[in-house]
């Protein structure tokens, strides 16, 4: 936990740029909770960067056990908002788990997540991968060449165990993603069995981030889907081999977003301006100038108040490459991204995506029509918030306008066939016509019943 000095509050900010405009603030006193994962980038870089200074804010970082009590700490008023799954804020608004009113007027990154499998996995796996002329495995992995050894697991009467870090985590969802694409179904939510492992040929359960390498090494998992740099260690430590990225997966997909509450907003609602101020020049910082910064940004993000991983495991994936079998480097200059492609605006086609992951797999029970989707997103995500945020910033000469999507309707284009694994595209503005263009999963008013799926 780090306190910030109101004496250097004070000094700092009388010499900010942004001072001569500072925002009244309601509240000027945060704690903000966060997971040890890399993607936490924009707050420990508002902070050490001074950005949440420039903007007056006394703010205080606190490291959260799960995800868990990360969410309970925000909606019961201990944490003033956090580093969030993108799922939690939209899980807690329909009351799936939780219920609470949380929104997000910050997007926090693009991708930034692996799907690793054991060594012994890894090894049964690559007879069925395709090679390059280098002989190294061709990218990206079909979760197909998974296939045959779950059946092999099921024939000799074992389960085939892989884990996630939350039941609406990006992690859970993409995994499930991975999988169905492959043809493995990894099984459904009902409102009586909340498992997520009804009809599953690979059964999924909940581990935390930094225990994902220990607990495939103890050889309760088979695999996993984390964020970094829980992947990259698995390498570094040589138990594991990450099989695809998300990027991979779905080319710039939507992950972590910042939450508060709707009460939060509405009660201090130019504090909130400010917060978001200061996470968006954070974000402009880590993608400046060709990623120059981010040398600086894993030095930070390798403290112990942090992450706390070596610096080596986190610039592996942070700096643009990724390393998937030992010595089998790549080049993935989009493996992190902060701010470009408008990674910080909080599009309602993302929370739409999710929404459609969770009826996919029966969190949502029951059909809902198009128009709840939008709903439900608008409720959510903020970008309201965050336009009147960045106005301020290019007011300030701060950020240059030209980076943000000011006329959005706040639905992104359709997501190209060619960059989703499965060759699926992804529109936003039509949920069920989605949902029932994928082969596995809940479709019109199916819905989970018993052991099984009806209508």
Known sequence: MRKLMLGLVASTALTSPA???????????????FIKLTDMAPLAVAYEQGYFLD???????????NWKVLLDGVIGGQLDGAHMLAGQPLAAT????????????FSMDL??????????????????????????????????????????????????????VFPVSTHNYELRYWLAAGGLHPGYYSPENVTGQIGADVFLSVTPPPQMPATLEAGTI?????????????????????????????????????????????????????????????????????????????????????VGADYDVIANSMTGTFEYEK???????????????????????????YLTQMRRWGQIADAKPD???????????????????????????????????WDSDGYKAVTPAEDIIDGIAFDGRTPNAYLESLPIGLKGEQVVVGAGVEG
């Open 19 to 33: 001072f001569a405009e500072a925002l009244e603030l309601e509240k000027d006193e945060l704690t903000f909770g």
């Open 55 to 65: 903007e007056g804010l006394f703010v205080t970082l606190e490291a959260q056990a």
């Open 94 to 105: 329909i009351g799936f788990g939780t219920e609470a009113h949380i929104i997000t007027p």
């Open 111 to 164: 991708n930034g997540n692996g799907i690793t499998v054991s060594n012994e996995v890894w090894e049964m796996m690559k007879p069925n991968i395709p090679t390059m002329d280098d002989g190294r495995p061709q990218h990206p992995i079909s979760a197909e060449a998974l296939a045959p050894v779950v059946e092999q697991y099921k024939s000799e009467g074992k389960p085939f165990n892989m884990g996630m």
């Open 222 to 306: 088979n695999g996993y889907c984390v964020g970094e740099p829980w992947n990259q260690q698995a390498v570094f430590k040589g138990i594991g081999v990450p099989v695809i990225t998300d990027y991979e997966l779905w080319k710039n997909n939507p992950e972590k977003v910042f939450g508060i509450t709707a009460e939060f907003a509405e009660e201090y609602p130019n504090t909130t301006r400010a917060v978001t101020k200061a996470l968006i020049r954070a974000a402009i910082w880590l993608d400046e100038n060709d990623n120059a910064n981010r040398p600086e940004a894993v030095e930070i993000l390798s403290r112990p108040e942090y």
């Open 327 to 353: 010595g089998d480097k790549r080049e993935v200059p989009d493996f992190n991204v902060f701010f470009r492609y408008n990674a910080t605006y909080p599009f309602y086609s993302d929370a739409v995506w």
């Open 371 to 405: 128009s709840w989707y939008d709903e439900v997103a608008k409720s959510v995500y903020r970008p309201d918030i965050y336009l009147d945020a960045a106005k301020m910033l290019v007011d300030e000469g701060l950020a240059d306008s030209a980076d943000f999507p």
